[in-house]
């Protein structure tokens, strides 16, 4: 049986067809151009080369006057892109959290993402939260319209190779 639990996002950064993570073919999921207090707070990265290979890494981190303090840190082991639209995910790598003290159990996550660039009037999007599963995440699921619902308010969400 797999738990899964969300994990909340503090901070909200301004912040082709169908392929799968185990399709070869250039990738690019990723936040760029986030102040430097948002990307101390929050961060993405994530590639899949021509070749298949799969490198990046999430992070996010509360502020220091947070009520209860959290760290999730991840590498990057999925991507899926379905048009605008992508998720990522991988191993968790280090997960604190002071309301969950069975944290470092987790060890799989998936984030969500919307790039609604070329779209005026659309901000881009991110999932709500971080989610941490029991096993390390090996497959990335489908984006759906509504997998990514909080605007994008410090930076730009890249989905594809711009």
């Not at 909200?12 to 936040?31: H, N, W, Y």
Request: one cysteine or more; charged letters at 20%.
């Amino acid at each position: 049986m797999h738990r899964a639990l969300a994990i909340p996002l503090l901070l909200v950064m301004g912040l082709g067809c169908c392929d799968g993570p185990t399709l070869a073919g250039p990738k690019t999921v990723e936040l760029r151009g986030a102040r430097d207090q948002t990307s101390a707070f929050f961060s993405y990265t994530a590639h899949q080369s021509a070749t298949g290979e799969i490198t990046g890494r999430i992070y996010s981190r509360s502020a220091p006057d947070y009520a209860s303090p959290f760290v999730i840190e991840g590498r990057v082991t999925c991507i899926r892109v379905v048009g605008h639209r992508a998720s990522i995910g991988g191993e968790v790598v280090r997960h604190s959290n002071e309301d969950i003290p069975d944290a470092p159990q987790y060890h799989g996550w998936i984030y969500y993402v919307e790039d609604n660039h070329g779209r005026p009037g659309i901000r881009d999007k991110g999932s709500k939260y971080i989610w941490v599963f029991d096993a390390p995440t090996t497959e990335c699921p489908n984006p759906q319209a509504d997998s990514a619902t909080v605007d994008v308010t410090d930076g730009d969400v890249v989905v594809g190779n711009r």
